[in-house]
């Protein structure tokens, strides 16, 4: 076999997750599969940098194709303020930085979106406080099934809101046509106990 033809066939096996090389004493091909770290590394990376003020972020989140992680690296200038990671369902598709309630401290939003045919969307926040990370709790976000909602989320922060778009689904339509038209849901940040929650408006 050429040199050429050597070289198209290990790229293939590459492909695949098979790796192999020739043996100089006997000139046969020997075969090794790649391991998993190699084979999700191809896969697509979720990555974003934020600035508020002295504040920057980082979120990353590899699509693995089964249980899916969000880390985030908080900055004050150069100092490193926490890294964490979470849970997520579904993979993260946006992020914001924001300062929703106006006490000069950021936010940030994470947008995901789950697997199959709905794309529901969920919202993951925090405020960085300079004592602490504070978790946004999201009370009634899943909405009833009799206002049309069968998901299709897009999700952002417009001035002091985080608005929430989906399309309304009538009776009798089919996943991916729905007749009712759009509707918006409009967010705002509120302190809740000793946390913060994203409360909708009437």
Request: include cysteine.
């Amino acid at each position: 076999m050429s040199g050429k033809a050597w070289y198209g066939l290990l790229t293939g096996l590459l492909i695949t997750g098979v790796s192999g090389y020739i043996s100089p004493s006997t000139g046969n091909l020997r075969l090794f599969q790649q391991p998993a770290e190699f084979l999700l590394s191809s896969r697509p990376v979720f990555s974003k940098s934020l600035r508020y003020n002295i504040y920057s972020f980082t979120l990353t989140s590899p699509d693995t194709g089964k249980a899916h992680v969000l880390t985030v690296r908080a900055y004050r200038g150069q100092l490193l303020l926490t890294t964490f990671q979470t849970r997520v369902e579904g993979p993260i598709v946006g992020a914001d930085v924001a300062d929703l309630d106006g006490n000069r401290f950021p936010e940030v939003y994470a947008y995901s979106q789950s697997t199959g045919s709905g794309s529901f969307g969920r919202v993951y926040a925090w405020q960085f406080l300079p004592e602490r990370k504070a978790d946004i709790a999201l009370p009634n976000w899943r909405l009833p099934d009799d206002v049309g909602y069968m998901g299709h989320d897009s999700l952002w922060v417009e001035q002091d809101i985080l608005c929430r778009r989906y399309p309304v689904y009538r009776s009798g339509d089919v996943n991916a046509e729905p007749t009712g038209g759009n509707t918006m849901k409009r967010y705002r940040l509120r302190q809740a106990g000793t946390g913060y929650a994203l409360v909708a408006e009437p």
